[in-house]
Structure formats: C-alpha cells, structure tokens
C-alpha cells in the first residue's frame, strides 16, 4: 500500500473534524481532505484541486505554532488527524510531533512520513541523488525517540511505499517529557552521515501490514472517544490500544 493510500484510508474510516499537514508541497496529500484543514509549508507549489475548508499558510512549522492562537481556523483548538512530512531531519520531524500534539486529544491520530529507509543512502542528513529510491533523512530516529521516552504512546511503524510511515495513538497534550528532553536528544540525533539505522529500520521487520492495520477495530473506539469526558476517552483509547504494539515488541 502507498502512502496515500493508507492517508486515504485514515480519513475514511476516522472522518476526521480537523486535520493538519505539515509539508504540503504540491498538494497531492491534501486533496484527501474534506474536512476543515490547515495545511502549512513555506514552499508550497500546490498544482491538485483542493476540496475543502482550508487554512494554507506559506510558513515554517516553527512559525506557525509560536502564533497566539495557531489554530483559528478550527472551531476548537483540537486535531483529529495530523501528516507531518516535512523536513527530513529527525530534529525537525521531533519538534513538528511535540507542536502537533499540545493540540491533540486522546483519539487523535498522528501519521509521520519517510520512517523506514530501504537503505543507508537514502537516510543520509545530507541529501544525495544517487540514494536510490527517495531520500528519507534521519527521521526513522524519532520512531525509537518515542519508545523509549514515551511508552505511553503507542508509535506503529507501517509498511507503506515508498519510504514508510509511522501511526502515533494515545496522544496526550499534556505531556512535556519529549520537549524538556528535546535539547539532550539533539546530540544523539545530530550526527556525521552515514547514520546509523538500524537493520529492522532497514527490514522492516517491526512494521505492520497497511490492510492488516486498518482492520483492526480500533478506529471506531477513536471516533466515540471525541464524545466522552476527558477521562472517559482516554480510559476507552487506553483500552482499545491495549493489545497494539509494534510487531516483534
């Protein structure tokens, strides 16, 4: 399954009220939307018809979020549904998470681009045109980033075509501990090329099955979620994420 595809799919089955994209570029991935959306990108060069209620702003991610009230353009300062694929660096991918999810509520959905290199080139800081296949950069970091300093996220990586995906549920807006560790991840992310990516980065072997995942169940407990208490969605989110984990966890 494409990238775009497994997009589609979330839309379909989510009906998301908002959704936010960081990266637009020439607007394929937003054409997806019918939903109110903001999507945000300094060098947008949008060339799809659009079919929706949108906000476009010619910003960075940075700037966009260090606005007063960021998110005007929603009735409520909420995110159902996030893409971020902006730039490929992992430091950058962290920060747009950390921003995304001060908005998001516990049936959120979050989908990061460009996770799973197909090889060392192509997740290179530094951008090579012999990498083979499209180039990824280092963002494939923030995968581990999150198991390691966020259990209580649930972060799936997907196999999607042609770079991967990452699906991050159990988001809490609340949370501070990825912007207060920011500083000290730097050093780990900020290395001299080639990076060293794992090789079940590089395998796939942790990623789900697109089909397989969109399966599941959960979804709709993410959508009744929106309809509960603060409590009462997280403990119904927190239930239907019990037995999702990455494959081989």
Same mark, same amino acid.
């Given at each position: +399954? ?13 009906? !998301? ?24 990108? !300094? ?26 009230h960021p998110l005007a353009h929603f009735e409520e300062p909420l995110i159902d549904l996030a893409f971020i694929?902006? +730039? ?16 998001c509520h516990p049936g959120s959905v979050v989908v990061l681009d460009d996770m799973l290199p197909r090889n ?14 499209? %180039? ?14 966020? !259990? ?20 809490? =807006? ?16 900020v290395v001299p090329d080639p990076q060293p990516v794992p090789d079940e980065v590089l395998g796939r072997t942790?990623?789900?099955? =697109? ?7 959960? %979804? ?12 009462? =969605? ?7 994420? =019990?037995?999702?984990? !990455?494959?081989?966890?």
């Amino acid at each position: +399954m494409r990238r775009h595809d497994l997009l589609r799919a979330l839309h379909e089955v989510l009906q !998301p009220r908002t959704y936010l994209e960081i990266g637009v570029n020439n607007g394929r991935s937003l054409t997806l939307s019918r939903t109110r959306s903001i999507g945000i990108d !300094p060098f947008f060069t949008v060339v799809s018809e659009l079919l929706c209620d949108l906000h476009l702003v010619r910003t960075t991610s940075d700037e966009f979020f260090a606005r007063e009230h960021p998110l005007a353009h929603f009735e409520e300062p909420l995110i159902d549904l996030a893409f971020i694929d902006g +730039m490929h660096l992992s430091e950058y991918a962290l920060r747009d998470l950390i921003n995304v999810e001060r908005f998001c509520h516990p049936g959120s959905v979050v989908v990061l681009d460009d996770m799973l290199p197909r090889n060392v080139g192509q997740a290179r800081r530094v951008r090579e045109s012999q990498s083979g296949g499209g %180039w990824t950069g280092d963002v494939y970091k923030v995968a581990e980033v999150l198991r390691t300093h966020r !259990p209580d996220l649930v972060c799936l990586e997907v196999d999607t075509q042609p770079t991967g995906t990452a699906v991050v549920l159990g988001l809490d =807006a609340g949370s501070r501990v990825l912007l207060e560790a920011y500083d000290d991840l730097l050093e780990v992310f900020v290395v001299p090329d080639p990076q060293p990516v794992p090789d079940e980065v590089l395998g796939r072997t942790r990623a789900h099955d =697109a089909a397989d995942l969109l399966a599941r169940p959960l %979804w709709a407990d993410l959508v009744a979620a929106r309809a509960d208490d603060a409590a009462g =969605a997280r403990e119904r989110v927190t239930a239907a994420l =019990a037995d999702l984990r !990455p494959v081989g966890a």
